[in-house]
């Protein structure tokens, strides 16, 4: 797996970094979402550096200029509810993209910390020989993000796989190396080094969808 660390250089991607951590900002919900998106965007035109191209031949009203092209096979996969922001600043990008959906949620069967990632919905497209984005905007545990793309994988084997974050613990980076294909790319803005006992990312941000849109029960 190639990781792409984006926060690690100074940028204006620091600056959403730090609003979306900061508890005073986070509570005005629609630029938590804005900044979420604007991160996504940010990745975007890094991600478009890697992608496939091809010569396309564009008809200005004074002539013809061969314009190099992404190649239109991206699929873009987000985990409910929390991926919505980041799906929607990755597709204002990649706005021809085929788009797939999935929950996961965190089960935790004896009311303790230990928990099980359970997946119940999953709309996707045809995903083989595709090239997938797999949006998730806090990589904790990354349970989640393996769980996910085992029950994606059953649609089909992707070309290529380019995992999107927001904010990764080291750890979860650690564990989701191995589980994926040689062909996949990690995208993060942000990295930090510890997780709780509740599996949630320290400084981290907090819980991300209830950020965005509100508490649930
Ligand atoms: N999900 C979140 O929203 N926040 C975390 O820190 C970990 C998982």
């Known amino acids: 797996m190639k990781i792409h660390y984006i926060g ?7 600056k959403f970094i730090a609003e979306i951590r900061d508890q005073n900002i986070q509570k005005d919900a629609l630029r938590f979402r804005r900044n979420i998106e604007r991160i996504g965007e940010i990745l975007s035109y890094e991600i478009s550096k890697e992608l496939n191209f091809f010569d396309k031949v564009v008809k200005t009203p004074l002539g013809e200029k061969v314009v190099k092209t992404p ?12 991926g919505l922001p980041l799906h929607q600043g990755l597709l204002n990008y990649f706005d021809d993209a085929e788009n797939a959906f999935i929950s996961a949620f965190r089960h935790h069967p004896n009311n303790d910390s230990d928990f099980e990632i359970v997946v119940e919905y999953l709309a996707s497209p ?10 998730d905007p806090m990589l904790a545990t990354g349970q ?12 089909g084997t992707p070309k290529e796989i380019h995992i999107v974050a927001v904010i990764g613990a080291k750890s979860g980076i650690t564990y989701i190396k191995d589980k994926f294909p040689a062909n996949t790319h990690l995208w993060i803005a942000a990295i930090d080094n510890d997780l709780n006992e509740k599996g949630y990312i320290v400084p981290g941000l907090g819980d991300a969808g ?8």
């Open 71 to 82: 190649v239109k096979d991206i699929v873009l996969c987000s985990i409910l509810r929390a």
């Open 144 to 155: 989640s993000l393996v769980t996910v793309y085992e029950a994606i994988k059953k649609t």
């Open 126 to 135: 045809e995903i083989n020989n595709k090239t997938l984005l797999l949006a």
């Open 210 to 217: 209830d950020l965005a849109f509100g508490t649930k029960l």
């Open 8 to 14: 690690k250089n100074n940028s204006i991607l620091n």
